[in-house]
Nanobody, 124 residues
Framework: QVQLVESGGGLVQAGGSLRLSCLAS????????MGWFRQAPGKEREFVAAISRSGGITSYPDSVKGRFTISRDNAKNTVYLQMNSLKPEDTAVYYC?????????????????WGQGTQVTVSS
């Protein structure tokens, strides 16, 4: 069992920055690949970022590459998403997710655990 709790969402103006945090329960956090997804109303769930167990490998879609950075602190059981140069189209509920087995970072069905989500709203 792994429980994930996101925090750090809020309202920010376009061009601004925000850092999301995801705190995981349990003692095996370092055994999991971690990811961030987002979903806007009426749209499909979208892959945002993923990071390997030790943090040595990260992946991003083109939509956020160069603006977003995923990182993790295994000592704190926490994964972060640093979001810079935010755009109105980044507005969505952001979800933290964890998966044990290696697979495709961008596929939601590969992940075993999900957080409750945190709202990010970017105003123009």
């Amino acid at each position: 069992q792994v429980q994930l709790v996101e925090s750090g969402g809020g309202l920010v103006q376009a061009g601004g920055s925000l850092r999301l945090s995801c705190l995981a329960s349990g003692h095996t956090f370092s055994s999991y690949f971690m990811g961030w997804f987002r979903q806007a109303p009426g749209k499909e769930r979208e892959f945002v970022a993923a990071i390997s167990r030790s943090g040595g490998i990260t992946s991003y879609p083109d939509s956020v590459k160069g603006r977003f950075t995923i990182s993790r602190d295994n000592a704190k059981n926490t994964v972060y998403l640093q979001m810079n140069s935010l755009k109105p189209e980044d507005t969505a509920v952001y979800y933290c997710a964890a998966r044990y087995y290696s697979g495709s970072d961008s596929r939601p069905e590969e992940y075993d655990y999900w957080g409750q989500g945190t709202q990010v709203t970017v105003s123009s």
